[in-house]
């Protein structure tokens, strides 16, 4: 199979490591925060942190709003966890440590080693290439400026600027509308099954989910991505 007249990719965990392997993450916050009280095990407060947040994650209209106010997220991830854990709810400490973990978060996000040369590869043969990304306009435009990814685009889609996101069907048509290409000629690819693999799927794109630790699909999933890849410089290989 050929390449594609376009390509759509989403950033976080597909181009960069945004949100990989949470629970150690918040194994380290806890473990460099200090203050916290009872002198817990960080590692078993991590994991009913990490708990809250999969609860808070897993309902796409708390996502939408919590990813537009990452901050507020955390709060409220962590005053669920507090009251779990049995800790007083001090609003003090829940800030500290959401501020100390998202800080810890941002510092360790890290550009995949072959983001680079895959998007210079897939622009030399041709690729038109679109930026689609859910989130708040400050935090991913950092991150599009902090990894000078503009250049690589036809087109930067950025949740917080346009006013709507992944998976509202209107994200996928404006971004075809801005690389002038149909749905049939262009392919996306991101890290999440719903907003990049099955959504997609049903409006008629190619759809490829972005494994990048070669973790396989989980158990029960129900989507079917058309191709999966590790390393992204498979896209070259295709
Ligand atoms: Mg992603």
Redesign the pocket.
């Known amino acids: 199979m050929g390449l594609p007249t376009a390509i759509l990719f989403?950033?976080?965990?597909?181009l960069i490591s945004?949100?990989l392997h949470p629970r150690a993450a918040w194994t380290t916050a806890l473990e460099t925060l200090g203050g916290l009280p009872d002198d817990p095990a960080a590692a078993d407060a991590a994991i009913t942190i990490h708990t809250a947040a999969k609860w808070y994650w897993s309902d796409a209209e708390r996502h939408r709003i919590g990813r537009l106010d990452i901050l507020a997220a955390r709060r409220a991830i962590l005053t669920r966890a507090f009251a779990e854990m049995g800790w007083s709810e001090d609003a003090d400490l829940i800030e500290r440590l959401g501020r100390h973990f998202t800080e810890q978060r941002t510092r360790d996000t890290k550009l995949f080693p072959d983001a680079v040369e895959t998007l210079e590869g897939l622009a030399a043969r041709g690729v038109r290439l679109g930026l689609i990304?859910?989130g708040n306009a400050v935090d991913q435009r950092a991150k599009v400026d902090r990894f000078d990814l503009a250049r690589h685009f036809f087109h930067v889609q950025i949740e917080g600027e346009v006013g709507f996101g992944k998976p509202e069907e209107r994200a996928y048509a404006h971004a075809l509308e801005k690389l002038g290409t149909s749905v049939t000629e262009t392919w996306i690819i991101?890290?999440?099954l719903d907003?990049?693999v099955i959504v997609p799927q049903r409006l008629g794109f190619y759809a490829i989910w972005?494994d990048p630790i070669g973790k396989g699909l989980p158990d029960g999933s129900e989507a079917k991505p058309d191709r999966i890849v590790t390393r992204l410089t498979e896209l070259l290989e295709a």
């Open positions: 989403d950033l976080d965990d597909t945004a949100h990304t859910n991101g890290d999440n907003w990049e972005r």
